[in-house]
């Protein structure tokens, strides 16, 4: 019996642990429509318990004529360029380079938190394909990530699906933007989704450690009458 109420404080208390953040760097959203002007963050974990993350590096994949980055005080932003192949023209201007890299530095992430990069661009007329988003991570210890590998590798690269005109904005679960999901479920349908699955998820890990409870008070009860102390 003893073995028995061990074994479902184990079980209880495993399940009661919280489920371990993500802690690759990301871009959010991540399924986005062709031709269509958005707002992004390059979402980027600081995994280090003693240093700070002091730099950032993400290439652009090919087709991103223009990129405006947010204000983030301490960071500098290097925007680095390259030049088309063929021009873009625009109903003000021919458009002669792509962006190539974005370079975030001088400023800070503390030891075991996150920050986003929030950057504003127009979505290349792409639909059906997945973009990557090579990124480069440098620590104040000297410390290099490289996030450029693929989806299951363990420093996979961020990446983005394109899908067609006047599609739905979304932001699929995981740190892959391939995974599967159709198009018609936007961001916040899918967000009751989890918020339903882990209150599912917090009642069962209740009635576990209520069960725990019980039978480990039963046995003090059963013991103390096998002693006779009161």
């Known amino acids: 019996m003893r073995m028995k109420a061990t074994g479902w404080l184990v079980l209880a208390g495993a ?7 993500p802690t690759h760097v990301t871009v959010h959203p991540n399924r986005l429509p062709a031709g269509s002007f958005q707002e992004l963050d390059v979402r980027v974990p600081n995994e280090e318990k003693n ?19 947010g204000y983030l005080p301490g960071w500098n932003v290097k925007v680095l360029t390259s030049k088309l192949a063929k021009p873009v023209q625009t109903d ?27 950057v504003s661009t127009m979505i290349p007329e792409t639909a059906g394909k997945v973009l990557t988003f090579k990124a480069v991570q440098t620590y104040d210890n000297g410390k290099v990530v490289r996030w450029i590998g693929t ?24 740190t892959g933007a391939a995974t599967s999901q159709p198009a018609s479920t936007s961001t916040k349908s899918s967000s009751k989704g989890a918020s339903k699955g882990l209150g599912i998820a917090a009642l069962v890990v209740a009635i576990l450690a209520l069960i725990a409870g019980l039978i480990a008070l039963a046995l003090v009860i059963g013991r103390r009458a096998r002693t006779g102390t009161g």
């Open 51 to 69: 240093t700070n993350t002091s730099r950032l590096a993400v290439r652009f994949p090919p087709g991103f004529v223009e990129v405006s980055t």
């Open 151 to 174: 989806p299951s590798s363990d420093q996979p690269a961020p990446t983005v699906n394109v899908t067609g005109k006047h599609g739905v904005v979304q932001d699929v679960a995981g």
């Open 15 to 21: 399940l009661a642990l919280p489920a371990e953040a």
């Open 92 to 118: 003000e201007r021919a458009i002669t380079e792509q962006v190539r890299e974005v370079i975030w530095s001088g400023g800070k992430i503390p030891p075991e938190t996150f920050l986003n990069f929030p």
